[in-house]
C-alpha cells in the first residue's frame, strides 16, 4: 500500500515536476522583467523602513506597540522577504488563461489545473527564494550581527519560520486561485486584482503590524486568513509568537487552508459550468 | 463491410450562452450598471448524431455557426445546457481528465505548446503527462517526424517557430499519446499550400494508421475535399446536413457551366437558347464573351451534350471547357441561404 502510494506520487510528481521548472526557465528568459520587479519591490521597501524611523525619531520613543525600533526595522525586512518569497499572482494567471481562452489547453489534458497551477507557484517560489530573497536575508543577518552585534534566531525559530511561511504559501495559493475563479464570472479581473493586492498587503500585516491597531480590530485582523499569509510567520521569527500563542497561530493557518480549499472545490465546480471560451 | 463501433455519441446537444446586454457610450455604460438585460445566445441547439471509430468527419459552417462550441463540449471544456455526449463512452464533461486521456485536440488559434521552453521540452512534459513509455515515445516521435517534419527545429524555443513550423508541431504534440478521437479546430488556417498538404497527408497517414477518428473544423473546403468523406454542415446552432459529400453533391450540385469558343458568334447572337430548349432562367443562363459563350445550367433539365449539338448545328466549335459545381460553392450557397434545407431532411 505504502508502495503503490509513493509509486503514485512519485508519478504524479514526475507529471507536475514540468510545470515547475518551465517557470523557472520563463523567469530566466525574461530577466530583465524581474530585475525591474525587485528594484520596484526594493525602493518600496526603504521609504517603508525610512518612514518608520522617521516615525520612531519624531516620537523620541524606542518601543512602539511592543516594538523597538531595531525590531520594526527587522520587522519591515522580514515581511519584505517573506512577501518576495511567497509571492505567487495566481489570480493574474488564472485571469490571462480565461482572457485569452487558453484555459482551453489546459483543460483538454489530463491533468489537474489547480495542480498545475500550485506547481507553477513553486517553481516562482524557488525562484523568489533565490532572487533576491535570500541575499536580502543575509544583508539583514550579517547588518544585525554588525552593528548590533545580535546573532540570527536559533535553528528552531527558522524551523517554525520555514513550517508557518509553508502554510503561509498554501494560504496565499489557495486564495489567489479563489479569486482567480472571478474571473470566470467577469472575464477581467485586473481592476480587482489592483485593489485585491493593496488589501492584501494591509490585512497581511506588511505595511504595518497588528500591534499598532486598536484591540478589537487587531483581534479581528489576527483571526483573519491574510495574518497568516505574512504577520503570523514574521512574528514567528521575530520571536514574538511563543508556547501555546504559537500552536493557536499555526493551527489557525491549517484552519484556514482547509476551509479555503474547501471554498477552492466549491467554486471550480461553479466557474466551469460558467465557462465559455472568449476568442472562439 | 463490416460497421464499426460508434465512437461518439451526440443527442439532442444544446448550449445557451447567456450574456447581458451592453449599451453604446458612456451614457450606456453607465446604465449598463444598474439595468442587466439578458441576451441568450443559441450557440448549438438541439443536435444528434454519431460518429464511428476510424471516421474523418468534416464540421463545416460559417463563422459563429457553433462549430467550435460542439467540440468543446466533445472535448470536456464546455458543459451543454442540455443533451447528451458520450466520447468511448464516457461523458467528457462530468469526466474531464478521463476523456482528456483519449483524445487530441488542435485549436489553430492557440497553441498547446510551452511558449518559453524548446520544442523538445513539450514532447518530454507531454509524455509524462499522458504516461507515454519509452518505446511508444520513441516510435511515435520517429513516425511523427517522418510525416511532419519537426525534427529541424526541434531544439528551437517554441516563440521563435515560424506559424507552419508551431502548427506541425502542435498537431504531433496531439498525437504524442495515440488518441482514439483527434479534434482539429482549423488547423490549417494560416497556413502555406506546402504546410497545408503536410498537415493533410499526416492527417490521412495518422488515420490510416492508427484508426484514429478525426473530426475537423475548417473553412479551407479543400481540406475537406481531400480528407472527408463524410460532412456535416452547422448553421446557427443547428445541424443542416449530414452525409456524403457526394450526396450533396448530386443533391445541390446540379449546376454545370460549360464553356465553348466558337468561330463565329453571330449565329449564337441570334439564338435564344432559352426558348429552343424551352428552359427557364434559373434552369439556364448564357453569357457570351468575345467567342467564348457560357452556358450554367442545370443537369437535370439538359445535358452536356445536347447544348453541344445546338452549337455545333450552328457554327464551328473550337474549344471546350466543362466545370462541374465545387463543394465550395455549394457550401457558399447553403451559408448565405441558396438553397433550401427542408430537401436534405
Known sequence: MVMFKSHFLSHKLKIYKPFAIARIQEALSYKARFVLFIIARTFTVIITYYLWKAIYNSNGANTLAGFTKNEMALYIFMSFVTASIISVEVASWIGTDVVEGSIAINLIKPINYKTSLFFKALGDIVYNFFIPSIFIWIGILINQYVTLGELPPSITTHLLYFISLSFGFVLLFLFEYCFGMLAFYTSYIWGMRISKNAILAFLSGQIIPFTFFPNAIRVIFSYLPFASINYIPVMIYLNKVKGTELIKALTLQVVWIILLYILSRILWKKATKKLYILGG | ???????????????????????????????????????????????????????????????????????????????????????????????????????????????????????????????????????????????????????????????????????????????????????????????????????????????????????????????????????????????????????????????????????????????????????????????????????????????????????????????????????AEIVKKIYSGGFDIERVR
Open chain 2, 1 to 327: 463491410m463490416v460497421r464499426s463501433r460508434t465512437l461518439i455519441k451526440v443527442e439532442n446537444l444544446s448550449k445557451e450562452f447567456v450574456s447581458y446586454k451592453k449599451y453604446p457610450g458612456f451614457k450606456g455604460a453607465i446604465k449598463g450598471l444598474f439595468s442587466r438585460e439578458k441576451v441568450i445566445k443559441h450557440a448549438v441547439s438541439n443536435i444528434s448524431f454519431n460518429i464511428d471509430k476510424g471516421e474523418i468527419v468534416g464540421y463545416i459552417g460559417s463563422n459563429g455557426a457553433g462549430k467550435s462550441t460542439t467540440i468543446k463540449m466533445m472535448s470536456g471544456i464546455l458543459v451543454p445546457t442540455s443533451g447528451k455526449c458520450t466520447v468511448n463512452g464516457n461523458v467528457p464533461y462530468e469526466m474531464r481528465q478521463l476523456n482528456a486521456s483519449v483524445i487530441g485536440a488542435v485549436f489553430g488559434q492557440r497553441t498547446q505548446l510551452w511558449w518559453d521552453l524548446p520544442l523538445s521540452e513539450t514532447f518530454t512534459i507531454l509524455k509524462e503527462i499522458y504516461n507515454v513509455s519509452d518505446t511508444d515515445y520513441k516510435n511515435r516521435m520517429e513516425f511523427l517526424n517522418e510525416v511532419l517534419g519537426f525534427q529541424e527545429f526541434i531544439h528551437n524555443t517554441v516563440r521563435t517557430l515560424s506559424l507552419g513550423q508551431r502548427m506541425r508541431a502542435d498537431l504531433a504534440a496531439a498525437l504524442l499519446h495515440n488518441p482514439e478521437v483527434l479534434y482539429l479546430d482549423e488547423p490549417t488556417i494560416g497556413l502555406d499550400i506546402v504546410v497545408k498538404d503536410k498537415m493533410r497527408q499526416a492527417i490521412k497517414q495518422i488515420n490510416k494508421k492508427y484508426n484514429t477518428t478525426v473530426i475537423l473544423t475548417t473553412h479551407d473546403l479543400e481540406d475537406i475535399e481531400e480528407l472527408c468523406s463524410r460532412i456535416m454542415i452547422i448553421d446557427n446552432g443547428k445541424l443542416i446536413y449530414d452525409g456524403s459529400i457526394d450526396k450533396i453533391k448530386s443533391l445541390y450540385g446540379t449546376v454545370c457551366t460549360l464553356s465553348i469558343d466558337v468561330k463565329d458568334i453571330s449565329p449564337i447572337l441570334k439564338t435564344d437558347f432559352n426558348k429552343v430548349f424551352s428552359a427557364t432562367k434559373t434552369n439556364l443562363t448564357i453569357d457570351i464573351y468575345e467567342s467564348m459563350v457560357t452556358f450554367e445550367f442545370n443537369k437535370d433539365k439538359l445535358s452536356i451534350s445536347q447544348i453541344i449539338s445546338k452549337v455545333m448545328e450552328l457554327t464551328d466549335i473550337r474549344d471546350i471547357g466543362i466545370k462541374e459545381t465545387q463543394i
